[in-house]
């Protein structure tokens, strides 16, 4: 309501002009018009005191009715912004209030709802139907009833609509009034059936704990714990299935009040199933507000596979597979373990050797030396007793340990050995004699730390072969370090590499599941001009000890590269060439220089150069990474070989830049001829494929190996079953055949 200003003024101007005429009167007719003047003049103030009031309060009125349109524009600018609409009833009398935002919740123009009011249950979604019956219930009852339903808009399109239905009742109990607020909630339904879908549908255990009783739980928790249905866990204390002092720990870390925001900690961990059975797992906690109230959640999984693989791993580092004996890495650290806590003590180093057992291998195969060695160890146990550890250094060595003994009692196991090994072995029905040759070594006279140690027992048990065999010889200054056959070997050796006696065989690695050669690996052999030919286990050791092997390897680095080479430019472009490398090569500072400078050199590129390196390099993990990022920086390719068999981890390996890994012989004999059934190659290739690692599998000598191998997924194999190492003529045969091998 607005009154005009003008009408004011005329007022104003009325009473003014009534005012001078009275005054004129008054004039004229002095007795007339005295009474009248004053009651007159009386009347006018009042009347102009009403009008400035009535004026003030117009004035007033309007202002707080723009306040009051201002107010409203704002309401429908709120409403508009939040996607709700309201529906007011008052049943009394009749009426129907709709604002306008149930046209943009519906998609139909209001008219349509003031046309028919049951317009908002007919485009309910037909399967939320049942929503009404009890939304109506609650209703009669009094009570206001929030209810959730899908709606279908005239595009077809599906929403859904939160509606909060409000009754009022009169003193007679009979609905008066009601009112309703509408909002669109799709954007959070179909977040929230999202996020349930990823929960539910995760294989991964998630849950959310809250008081220290479990408040939820997917479908994979379940399974994981062993529970048949929800209702077995729901609303169970946690600590029935983790153990008090994990629930504690994942408490005290969650909630601490230094913790991030949105920091999450992780956690290994044993879970007790319904069974009993106890399982791995590995977990992730965080607080979340769960219900309005601070709770933990943590998404886990089950790892128990995991760490059985890892502790095969560590197994296979610190044991031999074939015998159960701890193998050389564990031997030397007890080794070094006697001699730092005993270290006023004498101990022994006994280093065994045995006599004609290569003979018994090359005629009557691995399968009868690997049976024969297990003997071996068993025997070995029985002479020692409690006195020492034995262990196996590979191959046919053993070395042993004897604790705080004297000469007499060293003599005395070493003779129990020598009766051990007075009876032939018998396998498959026939007997075999081998027979030990035993060097001893005593510390502190013979050397006060283990390398001294080993190696002089070492120098001794080649004085006991030279004696005949079968026999003990203890360590004595008087061979000068060395036995009269290593220096022998090591003058042969210097003129092996000046006289070029030395020449590389190659032997092709095969694509198991298509046969075509993908690589091969340069071998080495030495054909002495008199002696004839002496294997690489007889003097690679020996060039590594004097330090030959540096000059050694290079040649064969050289050598090897230029024949890829040649074959490139011949046409055969499709595989690496591996090549060994030394602890002692990787200890030259000029290596990195050397391998860069003879690729530029030959023109070869560096992705055709696999340099297979030992397990022992894990031993100075550091420096080894460097010079491993450095090679892989050039482009060459990396490998593991006898993997299993030195001190390789996991959890080095997977920050290495390795490229493959070499399954080493002895595992894969173990597909036929041990219990294990192959469980320990099975292992290796699962855990190289899941860090990505191409495995290849050496010493394959039959076709029931190489079906297990396909079967458990190893992509690459050598070995005789394929073929021997060949001279570089043979092998070009094979490439100029297509590539593939015929078994």
Same mark, same amino acid.
């Given at each position: 309501?607005?009154?005009?200003?003008?009408?004011?003024?005329?007022?104003?101007?009325?009473?003014?002009?009534?005012?001078?005429?009275?005054?004129?009167?008054?004039?004229?007719?002095?007795?007339?018009?005295?009474?009248?003047?004053?009651?007159?003049?009386?009347?006018?103030?009042?009347?102009?005191?009403?009008?400035?009031?009535?004026?003030?309060?117009?004035?007033?009125?309007?202002?707080?009715?723009?306040?009051?349109?201002?107010?409203?524009?704002?309401?429908?600018?709120?409403?508009?912004?939040?996607?709700?609409?309201?529906?007011?009833?008052?049943?009394?009398?009749?009426?129907?209030?709709?604002?306008?935002?149930?046209?943009?919740?519906?998609?139909?123009?209001?008219?349509?709802?003031?046309?028919?009011?049951?317009?908002?249950?007919?485009?309910?979604?037909?399967?939320?139907?049942?929503?009404?019956?009890?939304?109506?219930?609650?209703?009669?009852?009094?009570?206001?009833?929030?209810?959730?339903?899908?709606?279908?808009?005239?595009?077809?399109?599906?929403?859904?609509?939160?509606?909060?239905?409000?009754?009022?009742?009169?003193?007679?109990?009979?609905?008066?009034?009601?009112?309703?607020?509408?909002?669109?909630?799709?954007? %959070?339904?179909?977040?929230?059936?999202?996020?349930?879908?990823?929960?539910?549908?995760?294989?991964?255990?998630?849950?959310?704990?809250?008081?220290?009783?479990?408040?939820?739980?997917?479908?994979?928790?379940?399974?994981?714990?062993?529970?048949?249905?929800?209702?077995?866990?729901?609303?169970? =204390?946690?600590?029935?299935?983790?153990?008090?002092?994990?629930? !504690?720990?994942?408490?005290?870390?969650?909630?601490?009040?230094?913790?991030?925001?949105?920091?999450?900690?992780?956690?290994?961990?044993?879970?007790?199933?319904?069974?009993?059975?106890?399982? $791995?797992?590995?977990?992730?906690?965080? /607080?979340?507000?769960?219900?309005?109230?601070?709770?933990? #959640?943590?998404?886990?999984?089950?790892?128990?596979?995991?760490?059985?693989?890892? #502790?095969?791993?560590?197994?296979?580092?610190?044991? !031999?597979?074939?015998?159960?004996?701890?193998?050389?890495?564990?031997?030397?650290?007890?080794?070094?373990?006697?001699?730092?806590?005993?270290?006023?003590?004498?101990?022994?180093?006994?280093?065994?050797?045995?006599?004609?057992?290569?003979?018994?291998?090359?005629? &009557?195969?691995?399968?009868?030396?690997?049976?024969?060695?297990?003997?071996?160890?068993?025997?070995?146990?029985?002479?020692?007793? /409690?006195?020492?550890?034995?262990? +196996?250094?590979?191959?046919?060595?053993?070395? @042993?340990?004897?604790?705080?003994? !004297?000469?007499?009692?060293? /003599?005395?196991?070493?003779?129990?050995?020598?009766?051990?090994?007075?009876?032939?072995?018998?396998?498959? &029905? $026939?007997?075999?004699y081998v027979t030990p040759s035993i060097g001893i070594s005593i510390y502190p006279t013979d050397g006060n730390d283990e390398e001294t140690l080993i190696k002089?027992?070492?120098?001794?048990?080649?004085?006991?072969?030279?004696?005949?065999?079968?026999?003990?010889?203890?360590?004595?200054?008087?061979?000068?370090?060395?036995?009269?056959?290593?220096?022998?070997?090591?003058?042969?050796?210097? %003129?092996?590499?000046?006289?070029?006696?030395?020449?590389?065989?190659?032997?092709?690695?095969?694509?198991?599941?298509?046969?075509? @050669?993908?690589?091969?690996?340069?071998?080495? %052999?030495?054909?002495?001009?008199?002696?004839?030919?002496?294997?690489? =286990?007889?003097?690679?050791?020996?060039?590594?000890?004097?330090?030959?092997?540096?000059?050694?390897?290079?040649?064969?680095? %050289?050598?090897?590269?230029?024949? +890829?080479?040649?074959?490139?430019?011949?046409?055969?472009?499709?595989?690496?060439?591996?090549?060994?490398?030394?602890?002692? #090569?990787?200890?030259?500072?000029?290596?990195?220089?050397?391998?860069?400078?003879?690729?530029?050199?030959?023109?070869?590129?560096?992705?055709?150069?696999?340099?297979?390196?030992?397990?022992?390099?894990?031993?100075?993990?550091?420096?080894?990474?460097?010079?491993?990022?450095?090679?892989?920086?050039?482009?060459?390719?990396?490998?593991?070989?006898?993997?299993?068999?030195?001190?390789?981890?996991? =959890?080095?390996?997977?920050?290495?830049?390795?490229?493959?890994?070499?399954? !080493?012989?002895?595992?894969?004999? $173990?597909?036929?001829?041990?219990?294990?059934?192959?469980?320990?190659?099975?292992?290796?290739? $699962?855990?190289?494929?899941?860090?990505?690692?191409?495995?290849?599998?050496?010493?394959?000598?039959?076709?029931?190996?190489?079906?297990?191998?396909?079967?458990?997924?190893?992509?690459?194999?050598?070995?005789?079953?394929?073929?021997?190492?060949?001279? =570089?003529?043979?092998?070009?045969?094979?490439?100029? &055949?297509?590539?593939?091998?015929?078994?």
């Open positions: 309501m607005k009154i005009n200003r003008n009408i004011y003024i005329r007022l104003l101007i009325l009473i003014f002009c009534l005012l001078v005429l009275f005054e004129v009167a008054d004039i004229v007719f002095p007795e007339l018009f005295h009474s009248i003047k004053i009651i007159s003049y009386l009347t006018i103030t009042i009347y102009i005191g009403a009008t400035f009031i009535l004026f003030f309060l117009v004035k007033d009125f309007d202002q707080k009715a723009n306040e009051f349109r201002k107010n409203q524009q704002k309401m429908k600018n709120i409403f508009d912004t939040l996607d709700v609409a309201i529906w007011s009833h008052d049943l009394k009398n009749n009426t129907l209030l709709i604002t306008p935002g149930i046209e943009k919740l519906y998609g139909y123009k209001l008219e349509n709802f003031y046309e028919d009011s049951n317009l908002w249950k007919e485009v309910i979604y037909p399967e939320d139907l049942y929503v009404l019956e009890e939304r109506g219930k609650k209703l009669a009852g009094g009570e206001t009833a929030t209810s959730q339903y899908r709606i279908i808009r005239p595009d077809g399109e599906v929403r859904w609509i939160q509606d909060r239905g409000i009754p009022t009742f009169d003193s007679k109990g009979e609905l008066v009034d009601f009112n309703s607020v509408l909002f669109d909630i799709t954007d %959070r339904k179909e977040s929230e059936g999202l996020y349930q879908s990823l929960v539910e549908m995760s294989p991964d255990i998630i849950a959310v704990v809250y008081n220290g009783k479990i408040e939820y739980i997917n479908e994979a928790g379940c399974k994981l714990i062993g529970a048949q249905s929800l209702e077995q866990v729901i609303g169970q =204390s946690a600590k029935n299935f983790v153990p008090t002092q994990i629930t !504690d720990l994942i408490k005290s870390k969650v909630f601490s009040s230094e913790k991030l925001e949105n920091e999450r900690h992780r956690f290994e961990f044993q879970v007790r199933r319904t069974d009993g059975e106890s399982i $791995d797992v590995e977990m992730a906690a965080r /607080s979340i507000l769960y219900d309005g109230r601070f709770a933990v #959640q943590v998404v886990g999984r089950d790892i128990t596979q995991r760490k059985k693989s890892e #502790q095969t791993i560590k197994f296979m580092a610190f044991y !031999d597979t074939l015998t159960g004996l701890p193998n050389r890495n564990q031997f030397r650290t007890h080794l070094n373990e006697v001699l730092h806590q005993q270290e006023n003590s004498m101990h022994a180093v006994l280093f065994i050797d045995l006599d004609r057992f290569k003979i018994i291998n090359d005629t &009557k195969g691995h399968s009868v030396g690997d049976i024969i060695l297990q003997k071996v160890a068993g025997r070995l146990e029985k002479a020692v007793q /409690s006195e020492g550890l034995v262990s +196996r250094q590979g191959g046919d060595e053993f070395i @042993i340990v004897l604790e705080d003994i !004297d000469l007499e009692k060293a /003599s005395h196991v070493s003779k129990r050995i020598l009766n051990e090994f007075a009876f032939p072995f018998e396998v498959n &029905k $026939d007997e075999f002089n027992a070492d120098t001794a048990m080649y004085q006991a072969k030279e004696r005949g065999k079968n026999n003990y010889q203890f360590y004595s200054n008087n061979l000068d370090g060395i036995s009269t056959w290593k220096m022998k070997l090591e003058n042969w050796l210097r %003129r092996a590499l000046e006289q070029k006696q030395m020449t590389l065989h190659y032997q092709p690695q095969i694509d198991l599941p298509t046969g075509e @050669i993908v690589g091969v690996e340069a071998l080495i %052999r030495w054909n002495h001009p008199e002696y004839g030919y002496i294997a690489p =286990s007889e003097f690679i050791p020996l060039a590594e000890e004097t330090g030959l092997i540096v000059p050694l390897g290079k040649w064969i680095l %050289r050598e090897a590269c230029e024949r +890829r080479k040649a074959w490139k430019d011949a046409g055969f472009e499709d595989f690496p060439i591996a090549v060994n490398v030394s602890v002692r #090569q990787f200890q030259d500072e000029h290596f990195i220089s050397f391998i860069a400078d003879l690729l530029e050199e030959i023109g070869l590129e560096a992705n055709y150069l696999e340099l297979e390196i030992t397990e022992s390099l894990m031993q100075n993990l550091e420096n080894s990474t460097i010079i491993l990022n450095q090679l892989k920086s050039l482009g060459v390719l990396l490998s593991v070989d006898d993997f299993g068999t030195g001190y390789s981890s996991l =959890s080095y390996l997977k920050h290495l830049p390795i490229d493959k890994i070499k399954i !080493d012989k002895s595992f894969v004999d $173990d597909i036929i001829y041990h219990s294990n059934q192959g469980m320990m190659v099975k292992t290796i290739i $699962d855990m190289g494929v899941n860090l990505k690692f191409t495995v290849i599998a050496e010493g394959i000598e039959t076709e029931e190996q190489v079906k297990f191998l396909t079967r458990n997924a190893c992509q690459i194999g050598q070995g005789y079953y394929y073929s021997k190492p060949l001279s =570089s003529e043979k092998l070009e045969e094979f490439l100029s &055949k297509g590539n593939i091998l015929a078994q």
